[in-house]
T-cell receptor
């Protein structure tokens, strides 16, 4: 079964600085999708960024970018120019493309990001 | 706003009761997923429907059931509720059942007393 591990339960960053959240995953599939979701205090789950495993180029969305290392099964999220509104719980998620994993998202336990003014 | 709606936002009920959570997917999305978020189990996949048919089951208890209606809205039924069923229940939707981005609704907070 696929597993997703976020080794940093909590992280903090100063406003305007850069922070990197770590995620590793375990899978035997060669094709899959990885996501970062943000959950602010409102509890809404908001998609931050998505990466297809077959793409070598790292995904970017404005101030958010990923470092996808397929061989190492690592998928970290970098937030540049951190803003107070970035404070949230961040979840890394995996979605496979074959068999029973095709449909569901498997989530890590999350990293709580605090942004200090 | 993801375009996925869930009602009610909050639900408080007693042990042994039955409740129904409702989800309307984004316009055009055929697939609906249900997830449970609890402190001890984290975010867990419960069940998926695609165009009215059940496609996949996760860690869903036998006391729980779901369905997707012809208008594509979905309902999650929770019965014989226990204290441990208290959680945030999310619905998500995507266009297809293929690996596709899932967009989440705001969730229903269920409290069982």
């Amino acid at each position: 079964a696929q597993t997703v591990t976020q080794s940093q339960p909590e992280m903090s960053v100063q406003e305007a600085e850069t922070v990197t959240l770590s995620c590793t995953y375990d899978t035997s599939e060669s094709d899959y999708y990885l996501f970062w979701y943000k959950q602010p205090p409102s509890r809404q789950m908001i998609l931050v960024i998505r990466q297809e495993a077959y793409k070598q180029q790292n995904a970017t969305e404005n101030r958010f970018s990923v470092n996808f290392q397929k061989a190492a099964k690592s998928f970290s999220l970098k937030i540049s120019d951190s803003q107070l509104g970035d404070a949230a719980m961040y979840f890394c998620a995996y979605r496979g493309t074959s068999g029973g994993s095709n449909y569901k998202l498997t989530f890590g336990k999350g990293t709580l990001l605090t942004v200090n003014p | 706003d993801s375009g996925v709606t869930q009602t009610p936002k909050h639900l408080i009920t007693a042990t042994g009761q039955r409740v129904t959570l409702r989800c309307s997917p984004r316009s055009g999305d055929l697939s609906v997923y249900w997830y449970q978020q609890s402190l001890d189990q984290g975010l867990q996949f419960l069940i998926q429907y695609y165009n009215g048919e059940e496609r996949a089951k996760g860690n869903i208890l036998e006391r729980f059931s779901a369905q997707q209606f012809p208008d594509l809205h979905s309902e999650l039924n929770l019965s014989s509720l226990e204290l441990g069923d208290s959680a945030l229940y999310f619905c998500a939707s995507s266009v297809m059942y293929h690996p596709d981005t899932q967009y989440f609704g705001p969730g229903t907070r269920l409290t069982v007393l």
